[in-house]
């Protein structure tokens, strides 16, 4: 059973940074892609950025393109999404996700298993 566990998450101010992390067990964690995925209130859930297996390949929303990174780090299994100049419209709970394939995908049915979330609020 594939557990995604995310951390880092809470309250900041705009223009400022939060890293979130987001670690994973129960399958090769290094043969698949990660992502991640943001829902705020009354709001579908969007996707935000992905990571393909080895980290060679990195994809993001426009939304967050030159703000946010993408990273992993397999001997920790472990994904990372590090936010700077955060905005109020950031916020969200966010989630992470493991890929059913190898290579980045933004769309929710390229993910099959998902992390609980974690609350990230960004304040004006």
């Known amino acids: 059973q594939v557990q995604l566990v995310e951390s880092g998450g809470g309250l900041v101010q705009a223009g400022g940074s939060l890293r979130l992390s987001c670690a994973a067990s129960?399958?090769?964690?290094?043969?698949?892609?990660m992502g991640w995925f943001r829902q705020a209130p009354r709001k579908e859930r969007e996707f935000v950025a992905a990571?393909?297996?080895?980290?060679?390949?990195?994809y993001y929303a426009d939304s967050v393109k030159g703000r946010f990174t993408i990273s992993r780090d397999n001997a920790k299994n472990t994904v990372y999404l590090r936010m700077n100049s955060l905005k109020p419209e950031d916020t969200a709970v966010y989630y992470c996700?493991?890929?059913?394939?190898?290579?980045?995908?933004?769309?929710?049915?390229?993910?099959?298993?998902w992390g609980q979330g974690t609350q990230v609020t960004v304040s004006s």
């Open positions: 129960g399958r090769t964690f290094s043969a698949y892609a």
């Open positions: 990571i393909s297996w080895n980290g060679g390949s990195t």
């Open positions: 996700a493991q890929g059913r394939g190898s290579y980045t995908a933004q769309g929710n049915e390229d993910y099959n298993y």
